[in-house]
């Protein structure tokens, strides 16, 4: 799956992951490969991806997800 965070001033992560696990605002979601196609809005909050080599972590502050035939797109106002 490929994954992009865009942020108001451009794209500031691209990478190509095998799960993704987010805090939405009603609870935490798992994505992988073939997920059903959603739109949400994502809580403030930590992101945890994996490949096959290594795990990475990001926190969100005020964003939204769209999940579409395996691409993720993330935007959102901030990450750290």
């Not at 990478?15 to 798992?30: F, K, P, W």
């Not at 909050?45 to 997800?65: A, H, L, M, P, V």
Request: hydrophobic share 40%; no cysteine.
């Amino acid at each position: 799956m490929k994954l992009q965070i865009i942020l108001p001033d451009g794209t500031h992560f691209e990478e190509i992951l095998d799960s993704l696990v987010i805090s939405l605002m009603d609870g935490y979601a798992g994505i992988m490969k073939d997920h059903a196609p959603m739109l949400a809005r994502l809580k403030d909050g930590k992101i945890t991806g994996k490949d096959k080599i290594r795990t990475f972590e990001y926190k969100i502050k005020n964003g939204f997800i769209q999940v579409l035939e395996n691409e993720i797109t993330i935007l959102a106002d901030s990450v750290y």
